[in-house]
């Protein structure tokens, strides 16, 4: 039997059961092909206010069930996604355009999402306080009621689950709003995987559609904190949004992360690190090696390398045999990183490989000549783009590293780790690897950025799931009614 029946999902948002959206309905949309492969219920503002209702609704249920109950649910949730792992995978090539081992691993870190979050439904919520006075004083983490999650196209099932299943794990209710792009892989996938692990209705609501739907899921009185993850203009309106209503905004946005290669690397392992830093999933990651900073005694043979490697990669139908690298998500964003790469060749630099497409496929593509200003170092290119800068001292890598308003991840290559961690310590970043490249993720670890970003949020890991999808609340019992002088 297949996750994904089409009598149901077909035209339809899933509030519990599969059902017409006021909305309306949106095309799913084949980046590979440009053909439609179906259409999906579009969320509207209306929508948004009856889910959320059903949300507040669902929750006090959810919450008063043991925490055995819901660590068995996200157990089968886990078991559900292993099981149906081809077919989702497969969802993940043609609406998202990833390649075969992309779609592999984002299914894998799906299954430990849900594994991870059904150990996080046992672990302490508190502590025992001191007091001065003779009673019980604990501070608890409560959930928090209602949780909106907004998600991108580009890791679709990864970024919705690393928020849907630690929030559901410490008894939420959670209307996902994902991107309409990736509507099918990173939202009826997710509602279905649920269902089918015995989550009750209204505990989980799926809400594909546009900003209209995600300002809603904003507003809305019966969502109390709101998991942010897209671009940096977006989610600045999110974040002040979500001032205006009081209520928390955890924001991971953008980001442009530098990989430093000092002296002392080896010049043939960086060069392949630099290219999956650069390349994996045509460079739409937020966490994409977006700057290659190498020192000036190993910068020719390090753009040789690079060049080589980008110029052997296949680039195609993620569906055929040896594809490495698939579409762009849409026409707009193929646009948008061919005007950084040409506007770059304006400042100066010099493509040594790729600057080309076919459709919405971009060739991996090695910029050099490149200065601090050049357009696609300087901003977030998100397309398979690797411009290389090169340095002499380590104060002028620091520096060039530092600057900017991103700080996502920062990767390191260096015989002397320690060498690489007191560089380190002189760049804002919120995610540091030494003698590895800026993409990687794993549910137990603290996942976030500084500055533009993000807040600051973390997801992953017992502490951050706890302090994104929890309240903490003081309570002191005593013996009998406190005694005042009136
Ligand atoms: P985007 O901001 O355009 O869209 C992301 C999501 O937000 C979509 O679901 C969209 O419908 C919704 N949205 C857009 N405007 C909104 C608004 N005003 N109110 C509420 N919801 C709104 O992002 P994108 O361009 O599709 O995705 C790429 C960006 O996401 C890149 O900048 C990338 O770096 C970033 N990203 C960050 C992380 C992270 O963890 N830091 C992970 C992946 C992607």
Redesign the pocket.
């Known amino acids: 039997m297949t996750l994904l029946n089409d009598r149901e999902w077909r035209g339809n948002i899933f509030t519990g059961a599969w059902r017409p959206a006021q909305g309306g309905t949106a095309p799913v949309t084949s980046p590979t092909t440009g053909s439609e492969l179906g259409l999906i219920g579009s969320a509207g503002a209306a929508d948004v206010t009856d889910a959320a209702e059903r949300a507040a609704k669902a929750q006090k249920d959810w919450a008063a069930r043991s925490f055995e109950e819901r660590a068995a649910v996200l157990r089968r949730a886990g078991a559900e996604f292993e099981d149906k792992a081809d077919e989702i995978a497969s969802w993940l090539r043609a609406e998202a355009g990833s390649a075969a081992g992309k779609a592999g691993f984002e299914v894998h870190l799906a299954v430990t999402e849900a594994y991870e979050s059904a150990a996080l439904a046992s672990q302490p919520t508190g502590e025992v306080l001191r007091s001065a006075q003779p009673r019980l004083s604990l501070a608890r983490r409560v959930p928090v009621g209602g949780i909106g999650v907004?998600?991108?196209?580009?890791?679709p099932l990864i970024?919705g689950m690393r928020s849907v299943a630690p929030a559901l794990a410490l008894g939420n209710a959670v209307v996902l709003?994902?991107?309409?792009r990736t509507a099918v892989s990173g939202g009826a996938v997710i509602a279905e995987v649920f269902r089918e692990a015995g989550l009750p209705e209204g505990v989980l609501q799926v809400l594909p559609?546009?900003?209209e739907a995600?300002?809603q899921?904003?507003a809305d009185p019966n969502v109390a904190v709101i998991s942010?993850?897209?671009?940096?203009?977006?989610?600045r309106?999110?974040g002040e949004?979500a001032g205006r209503h009081l209520k928390r905004a955890h924001l991971?946005?953008?980001?442009n992360s530098p990989l430093i290669v000092l002296d002392d690397a080896d010049v043939d392992r960086a060069a392949s690190v630099g290219a999956w830093g650069s390349f994996l999933h045509q460079g739409?990651?937020?966490m994409t090696t977006g700057r290659h900073l190498v020192h000036e005694s190993l910068a020719e043979a390090y753009v040789d390398k690079l060049a080589a490697k980008a110029d052997a990669l296949t680039v195609g139908d993620p569906d055929q045999e040896g594809v490495a690298l698939g579409p762009i998500i849409d026409i707009g964003q193929r646009d948008r990183v061919h005007d950084l790469v040409t506007r770059s060749v304006e400042a100066g630099a010099t493509v040594r490989a790729g600057g080309t497409y076919d459709a919405q496929f971009y060739r991996p593509t090695v910029l050099e000549r490149v200065t601090a200003g050049t357009p696609a170092f300087e901003e977030?290119v998100?397309g398979p783009v690797a411009p290389v800068i090169t340095f002499s001292t380590l104060d002028e890598a620091a520096e060039i590293a530092a600057a900017g308003d991103y700080g996502?991840s920062l990767g390191i290559l260096t015989g002397n780790p320690m060498r690489g961690m007191e560089l380190a310590d002189r760049i804002p970043s919120g995610i540091v690897h030494i003698n590895d490249q800026t993409v990687d993720d794993e549910a137990v670890a603290p996942?976030g950025?500084v500055g533009a970003?993000?807040t600051g949020a973390r997801f992953g890991g017992t502490r951050a799931n706890l302090e994104a999808f929890t309240e903490t609340q003081w309570v002191t019992m005593q013996s009998e009614i406190q005694r005042y002088p009136f």
């Open positions: 907004i998600a991108p196209f580009n890791f970024l709003k994902p991107d309409p559609g546009g900003t995600g300002s899921l904003v942010f993850t897209g671009s940096t203009a977006a989610g309106k999110v949004a991971e946005l953008g980001g739409q990651i937020c977030e998100f996502l996942f950025g970003s993000g």
